[in-house]
């Protein structure tokens, strides 16, 4: 869904690239950028082992999460700007965004913002998420805008929900459960998407 809208927005995705290629840094600089980001927003959601307050990490957590996204449209929007789009840096772009994906999860099960068991079944299904698209275009099937929870929704759920201090605490959990809940649900619709239109193309 949001990959549709980011093509709906190419000339100020082209503004956003040229901006960031005059610094002469490459867009696998802000791919790491990206990751780098990430594994700090997994770190905030897991301090609250440190003593910090869940609602603050959620919060400081979310809002790291969303910076991480914005450099993982930077990276694509520079690659195509400075016309160095490869094979390697979409390698390494999806590479980074699944091992940025398993941190978050981790850092909010870590933390005890969300039930582990929840958090392990919102995980799976995404990597499952992932897996299809990945096996179903190694066949020449392209699933890209294919299903409602693509990674860019899953955390955007994630770190929106998740910031949201009037949501109602689960009887088993903090107010991060109704995000990792949501993020399952999406992820799972999305897996039955991907499978029903990959088998009806083969």
Do not use: C
């Amino acid at each position: 869904m949001l990959n549709k809208l980011r093509d709906s927005l190419q000339p100020t995705m082209q503004k956003l690239g040229s901006g960031f290629a005059s610094t002469g840094l490459s867009a696998n600089f802000w791919t790491a950028v990206g990751l780098a980001l990430a594994f700090v927003a997994a770190g905030v959601y897991a301090s609250t082992i440190f003593g910090v307050h869940g609602g603050i990490a959620a919060i400081a957590g979310g809002l790291l999460l969303l910076v991480s996204g914005f450099f993982d449209v930077v990276d694509g929007a520079v690659a195509r700007v400075t016309k160095q789009a490869s094979k390697k840096g979409a390698f390494l772009d999806s590479t980074f965004d699944k091992i940025a994906e398993v941190a978050i999860f981790a850092g909010i099960a870590v933390g005890g913002l969300a039930n582990p068991v929840l958090v392990m079944v919102a995980l799976g299904l995404s990597l499952l998420v992932s897996y299809t698209r990945a096996r179903a275009e190694s066949l020449g099937v392209e699933l890209k805008g294919i299903g409602m929870g693509e990674r860019a929704e899953r955390m955007l759920i994630l770190a929106i929900i998740g910031m949201i201090p009037f949501m109602p605490e689960i009887s088993f959990g903090g107010q991060m459960n109704w995000a990792v809940i949501i993020v399952s649900l999406v992820a799972g619709i999305t897996l039955i998407q991907r499978i029903v239109v990959t088998a009806s193309k083969l």
